[in-house]
T-cell receptor, first 110, second 120 residues
Framework: RKEVEQDPGPFNVPEGATVAFNCTYS??????FFWYRQDCRKEPKLLMS?????NEDGRFTAQLNRASQYISLLIRDSKLSDSATYLCVVKRDSNYQLIWGAGTKLIIKP | NAGVTQTPKFQVLKTGQSMTLQCAQD?????MYWYRQDPGMGLRLIYYSASEGTTDKGEVPNGYNVSRLNKREFSLRLESAAPSQTSVYFC???????????????????FGAGSRLTVL
């Protein structure tokens, strides 16, 4: 079992809709959580960090559920430009490494 | 502001050949990293350099060597390329103090555009 798991998708969503996807992690001691976005054939870029109380950045909302060991990303009023692969990233408690999920592909259709 | 620059963007090698991927950052970051990305898998850390003068193995270091030439530059070398090293390689940097990464800000990575390597 992978330490960080994501549904690979693709999620095909009409423009303007709301879409949400989760990421599960297996190490209960994980401390920090992030969502990165990666466009096709491009480098990953930080979308947002995920805080314990949940946080929002414009149309994007991130949530952390420690009891069930998952983080979620909600995108409201989706735009064509939101089409990308969303990477879930988890930092172990004392290890230097960031553990990356394989990503969820999102396709927004007009 | 260039950010993180890595070269080459594309390379085709034959099994057994050697090559070096170059990476430079102009953000005065202390830490630099080399990752590889393969289909259906998350990014995997090959090597990292927490600060100038130090390098450490990541998750998949076998078959690679690195050099932290100065604060700006961190190169990755394949001494004898194998087909299993066909991948997309990303260099990244982050702003943090000495020692292993810690804290939210330390884990915000800025990536280069990637290098696509094919080993035949």
């Amino acid at each position: 079992r992978k330490e960080v798991e994501q549904d690979p998708g693709p999620f095909n969503v009409p423009e303007g809709a709301t879409v949400a996807f989760n990421c599960t992690y297996s190490n209960s001691a994980s401390q920090s959580f992030f969502w990165y976005r990666q466009d096709c054939r491009k480098e990953p870029k930080l979308l947002m960090s995920v805080y314990s109380s949940g946080n929002e950045d414009g149309r994007f909302t991130a949530q952390l559920n420690r009891a069930s060991q998952y983080i979620s990303l909600l995108i409201r009023d989706s735009k064509l430009s939101d089409s990308a692969t969303y990477l879930c990233v988890v930092k172990r408690d004392s290890n230097y490494q960031l553990i990356w999920g394989a990503g969820t592909k999102l396709i927004i259709k007009p | 502001n260039a950010g993180v620059t890595q070269t080459p963007k594309f390379q085709v090698l034959k099994t057994g050949q050697s090559m070096t991927l170059q990476c430079a950052q102009d953000m005065n970051h202390n830490s630099m990293y080399w990752y590889r990305q393969d289909p259906g898998m998350g990014l995997r850390l090959i090597y990292y350099s927490a600060s100038e003068g130090t390098t450490d193995k990541g998750e998949v270091p076998n078959g690679y060597n690195v050099s932290r030439l100065n604060k700006r530059e961190f190169s990755l070398r394949l001494e004898s390329a194998a087909p299993s090293q066909t991948s997309v390689y990303f260099c990244a940097s982050s702003s943090r103090g000495g020692g292993p990464p810690s804290g939210v800000g330390a884990n915000v990575l800025t990536f280069g555009a990637g290098s696509r390597l094919t080993v035949l």
